[in-house]
Structures are given as structure tokens and as C-alpha cells.
């Protein structure tokens, strides 16, 4: 797509190297967008970091129904019987499915039936095989941009996730050094949590007694890593800063 746009603009282009068209070369899936006018990458090593997850274990994507690993996913969570219902499944099956639709790959509106995809990997952890998360939610951010290109989306996939991103990758912290962002300018928001409250929603346990230690709300910052992948190829917080500080004085943001 950067090279078809590069080629309409300048027709004698086509035909050469992403080099002589000015694009920078093509290495590995990788998502390119821009904060505050600075250059950000997001890539699976990005991913793992922010997760402190190993990009390691199973991976699998676009099965057919004829994927054997579907028959092993009715046998284990719907009890061999394919027209068992999803709240009929136990308990913790169905956390593990919560974990995936609210946390992993959101959903936003259509059916509440997992899609074949999510099947294999609601099933690989019910087996307690484990699966190589980072590449599963690079993979949902991609499918998440172009279905918010085609159908005009407005919605923040794994907003938890970019949010710990650009908290270690130093720049939520330069903004705020900058006095360019705050809370308020950025939309901070706290997205809904997973507790005992939920279980008693869920109906698998019938009363729930808050305790003074359960999960709460919170916008604690997670504490900044020594070794983060950059995201920005201006990743020296001096630079940064200088970086921001200059858009600022060109674009005439205020905080």
C-alpha cells in the first residue's frame, strides 16, 4: 500500500527499490503510527515487553472447520456435545472465555459465540497448552486498524496495553515533563475490572462479600523498566523532549 501511494504520486517510481522510493525497508510485521508528531513502531517484541511474556507457544490463525483441534475443543469444553451452550460450560471454562473476549481480543458488538479462532485458543488454554500471546495481540491490532480503515471505527483495541506501552517506552512521562499532556488531555480512563463481582454476574458463585484486599480500580502507573524496547526511533528522553517541545511551538499546542 506505501508503495502503490508513493507510485500514484510519482509514476516513475514503479519498479524501484522501497530504498529509491524514500519508504524505509520492509523487515517484519510492524505497526507505524505517530504521537504528538513522533514516530512510534509497535512490533511483537514491542508486545512482549509490555506483557513481560516470552513471545513463545502455540500460534494459529484463519482454521478452517475441518481443523482437528476444533473436535478436541468440543470433547473438552462443551462435554462432546456440540450443541451445548456456552453458560452450560464449567466455570472456569467460562473465565478463561471472559479472559479472552474482555481482555485479549475485545470484542465490539456482533455475536456473543467465539468465532473459530478464539475456539483454538480458548481451547489451548483450557488444555494448559501455552500460546504465544504477544503474537496473538499484534495479530488483533493489525485486524483491529484495518477493519477501523474500512468501516470507519472509532474504537481503541487492547487500550490497557497501548497505555503501558507508551508508559515504558518514556512517553506518556516526556509529555508530562514537557507540560505538553495530563490527565485530563489525554483521556485517561479506567476500563472496567474482573472480580468476584463478576463471578456472581456470571451466576458461578451466588454471593459475593467484597473483602478490603479484592482487585479495585486504579491509575497506578506500572514502575518504567530498565530494558524496554524502543517504540521510537527519537527514543533518548533529552531528544524526546526536545522533539515534543518543538511540535509544540509549531503546531501551538497548549495543555
Same mark, same amino acid.
Given at each position: 500500500?506505501?508503495?502503490? *501511494? @508513493? ?9 524501484? #527499490?522501497? =530504498?529509491?522510493?524514500? !519508504? $524505509?525497508? &520492509? ?24 506483557? *513481560? @511474556? ?9 482454521? #478452517?472447520? =475441518?481443523?482437528?483441534? !476444533? $473436535?478436541? &475443543? ?36 456482533? #455475536? ?144
Amino acid at each position: 500500500m506505501e508503495e502503490t *501511494r @508513493v507510485v500514484a504520486r510519482n509514476p516513475s517510481l514503479k519498479g524501484k #527499490s522501497r =530504498k529509491e522510493m524514500g !519508504l $524505509e525497508p &520492509y523487515k517484519r510485521l510492524e505497526i507505524r503510527s505517530a504521537v504528538m508528531g513522533i514516530p512510534i513502531t509497535i512490533i511483537e517484541e514491542v508486545i512482549s515487553g509490555a506483557c *513481560r @511474556v516470552a513471545p513463545e507457544g502455540r500460534f494459529q490463525w484463519n482454521i #478452517s472447520k =475441518k481443523n482437528p483441534l !476444533l $473436535e478436541s &475443543y468440543t470433547n473438552l469444553l462443551l462435554k462432546g456435545d456440540p450443541a451445548t451452550k456456552l453458560v452450560d460450560m464449567e466455570g472456569n471454562h467460562r473465565m478463561l472465555l471472559k479472559f479472552i473476549t474482555d481482555c485479549f481480543f475485545q470484542k465490539g458488538g456482533g #455475536s456473543d459465540q467465539p468465532s473459530l479462532d478464539h475456539k483454538l485458543v480458548l481451547y489451548f488454554l483450557a488444555a494448559y497448552e501455552k500460546i504465544n500471546l504477544p503474537r496473538y495481540l499484534m495479530h488483533r491490532l493489525c485486524w483491529a486498524i484495518k477493519e477501523g480503515i474500512k468501516w470507519k471505527r472509532k474504537q481503541v483495541p487492547c487500550g490497557r496495553l497501548l497505555s503501558e506501552i507508551f508508559t515504558q517506552g518514556r512517553l506518556l512521562e516526556t509529555l508530562r515533563k514537557s507540560k505538553l499532556a495530563s490527565n485530563r488531555v489525554l483521556g485517561t480512563a479506567t476500563g472496567k475490572i474482573i472480580n468476584g463481582k463478576t463471578l456472581q454476574n456470571m451466576k458461578i458463585i451466588r454471593k459475593f462479600s467484597p473483602y478490603e484486599k479484592d482487585l479495585k480500580e486504579s491509575s497506578v502507573q506500572s514502575e518504567l523498566m530498565r530494558v524496554f524496547p524502543p517504540i521510537s526511533k527519537k527514543g533518548n528522553p533529552e531528544v524526546l523532549a526536545g522533539y515534543i517541545a518543538a511540535h509544540a511551538r509549531e503546531s501551538g499546542a497548549t495543555t
